[in-house]
Structures are given as C-alpha cells and as structure tokens.
C-alpha cells in the first residue's frame, strides 16, 4: 500500500443511507405509488416521479421508498438505487425545508452566479451541498436551468428566482428563514421542498397557473418580430427546392 487514500471530491454523494431506516410511508403514500406506475403503458416508467413521491414523503429516497417501489414495480431494490443514485434531483440523506439552487452555468457565471453562491454560502454560514444547522435551507450549486435570460438565477423548491443580487439573495434568505410568505419572481408562491417534491412526482397542488407563464425577456423577441412583420420561413417552402433537387 502505498499510504494513499482515495478522497471523493463529492463525499456525501454515495449510495442511499442504508443506516435511517425511518419512513413515514404508509398505505396512502403506497396506493399513491400505485396510482403512478398505473399511468404508463410500461409501469417501470414511473418509477421517476414514484422516487419524487417518496422524496415528499421521507425528505429523502429512504430504504423503504427503494423497496416499496421495486415491489410495485417488479424489479430489483438494486434496480431502484441505481436510478434513485444517477440523478442530482434525488437525495440520498435528509435537507432542509427549502431547497435553494444557485445557477452558476456560462451565462448565469457571466452575469455573477458564482459571487451569488459565495455570497449565500457566507449569509447561510454553510457551503453548497450542505443544511443550515436550524435545518430550513439546503444549498445547492445548480446547472443551467433553461432561465439564462434571466441570469443570474436563484430557484427556490426549483421556482424562479430572475435577475438576482447579492441584495435579493439576502431578503430572500431572510423572508424563507423567517416563514414570511415568499413568492417567485414569475408569480408562484413558494411551499416547500417537501410540496414541490409532490407536484413533480405528479399530484398537482393547483398554484401551476399563479404569476405570467412567460416574462418580458423570453417574449422581446417575439414582440421585435411582430414590431417589423417578420415571420418564420414557411416549411412548405424550404422543403420545396430539396425535392426538386432530388429528382
Ligand atoms: S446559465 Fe443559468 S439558467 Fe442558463
């Protein structure tokens, strides 16, 4: 041996933790499953929103969630964690009551993504990846959230936070710790994690239409072309000479 130790660079991303045995998955969260595997032709199909369900229920991808889940479904518990381990979304230990994401992909990065992060990084006195010790905010480096014209952006319980500053990152930070009613910049009122957790494994909380379904920057473009009658090629068109050529 040479005395060497490997070292993770991402040591809490290991395997589900096989120790918490705690659940609070009960008939209701189990006929919930069911209700989930029923909706695709291939029932196996579920099993990714039947993992959110879990998460809603247990704060975490739990034991019991793998093995609930690979009953309902008919496959391995080993088939079931490997799914529940490749993906960032799914938590393998318990965090806070609310989830907060800072993008810091190329445009947010430009725009100050990653000043954002070391900013909340100080304000909640943890590093990314980690709970606040009062268990209210998990923090989390996030990718590019499809928001770049937003940048930078923050999400809480994954809604948006647009245009943010270290001074917003602040408010924000303040308003969630003192359980003041919080809503996104586009309109939805925050929940928590746990509730977000439900609404993407499927089972709607009725807030999906709260706020404007598109804001001034992801529309410029579309109000600019109306401005000068410019339109989209007709397809019919293009397609035309390609078949002529082919002939
Ligand atoms: S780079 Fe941050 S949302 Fe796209």
């Known amino acids: 041996m040479s005395g060497h130790e490997f070292t993770s660079f991402f040591p ?3 395997g589900v933790d096989m120790d918490d045995q705690s659940t609070n998955i009960d008939e209701k969260t189990v006929e919930e499953l069911a209700q989930l595997a029923a909706r695709y032709p291939q029932p196996r199909s579920a099993l990714l929103p039947m993992l959110h369900l879990v998460q809603s229920v247990d704060g975490r991808v739990s034991p019991r969630g793998i093995e609930v889940c690979a009953d309902l479904l008919g496959i391995s518990t080993a088939q079931v964690s490997g799914v529940a381990t490749f993906y960032t979304m799914y938590r393998r230990r318990p965090g806070g009551t609310h989830h907060i994401g800072v993008c810091t992909t190329a445009l947010c ?3 100050g993504g990653d000043i954002l992060l070391e900013h909340c990084e ?3 006195g943890i590093h990314e990846g980690e709970t606040t010790a009062d268990g209210s905010i998990s923090l989390e480096r996030i ?3 499809a928001a770049c014209d937003f940048a930078p952006i923050m999400t809480v319980n994954w809604e948006f936070m647009d245009n943010m500053t270290p001074a917003k990152a ?3 930070i ?3 710790i003192a359980g003041q009613e919080v809503r ?5 009122t925050i929940t928590s994690w746990r509730e977000a957790e439900r609404v993407i494994a499927g089972f709607p909380d009725g807030r999906a239409d709260e706020g404007p379904t598109a ?3 992801s529309l410029l473009g579309l109000r600019i072309a109306q401005d000068h009658g410019w339109h989209a090629p007709d397809p019919a068109a293009i397609a035309a000479p390609a078949e002529e050529e082919s002939k």
């Open 109 to 111: 990065a430009v725009m």
């Open 122 to 124: 100080h304000k909640l």
């Open 215 to 217: 804001g001034d920057a």
């Open 143 to 145: 990718e590019c959230n």
């Open 184 to 188: 996104s910049t586009r309109g939805a």
């Open 170 to 172: 602040d408010e924000l």
């Open 12 to 14: 809490t991303s290991g």
């Open 174 to 176: 303040d308003e969630l």
